[in-house]
């Protein structure tokens, strides 16, 4: 006797599993708040210099080594903004960036591909991401 088999859609494989490596889960800002408290305060830029070899090692993929996100990101119809862009970077607060990076793109209302990081970055690295990403613009 053949076994039916299930349709695609709910057959686990390597697809689903990758598709679930970048899509946020639940409780994912929640674990990001348990290990670094997600909450800024006081002056949020720490060391640029610090922060580029991070921003290399974490971000440049979908961001670009120089903030321009000239670069293919996949499940997006839009890359990520351009973080040269004095204009747009103004819009920006720190506190803003210390979220999106700590817990996340849905965490500010961004696309779910941007990682929270809180759980791999302390606290001082995400100040330090953050004075490196304002060089990108000078703001």
Known sequence: MRRALRPA???????????????????AADTALAANNCSPSGDLRGDPERGAALHL???????????RANVIVMHMDQGPADQSDATYMRTLTDQYLYVA??????????????PAWGDVLSDQAIRDLIAHIRTFSGT
């Open 9 to 27: 859609a709910v057959r686990p494989g390597l697809a689903a599993l990758l598709l679930a490596a970048w899509l946020p889960v639940a409780g």
């Open 57 to 67: 090692k974490h971000c440049a993929d979908c961001h670009g080594a120089d903030g």
């Open 101 to 114: 990076t700590c817990k996340g793109g849905l965490a500010v209302g961004k696309n779910g591909v941007m």
